[in-house]
């Protein structure tokens, strides 16, 4: 696998550097966003919910004004990342 990868860079650099740019850009405008409360209310929804599955409780987020956000969409991936909340919250 590694040696399609060094194929691949050595058969277009210009387009590695391009995206790793792109990346490097779009990655830095993100963090400056966060840092300055621009993220939108989408982060603190999932938060809340992700907060509350950590829990085993259901899934309330009074941001978004439901009694259950399950009511909105189910996420499978914020039921995964539930235990990556304990160990973030647990520095």
Do not use: C, Q
């Not at 989408?42 to 259901?58: C, P, V």
């Amino acid at each position: 696998m590694a040696g399609r990868w060094r194929a691949a860079v050595r058969a277009e650099p210009g387009l590695v550097v391009l995206v790793a740019g792109f990346f490097a850009a779009y990655a830095a405008y993100a963090v400056i966003r966060h840092e300055d409360f621009i993220t939108g209310l989408d982060l603190a929804i999932f938060d809340n919910a992700l907060w509350h599955y950590s829990r085993f409780e259901t899934p309330v987020s009074p941001i978004k004004g439901l009694p259950n956000v399950l009511g909105d969409h189910f996420h499978p991936i914020v039921v995964v990342l539930a235990p990556l909340y304990w160990i973030g919250r647990a520095r």
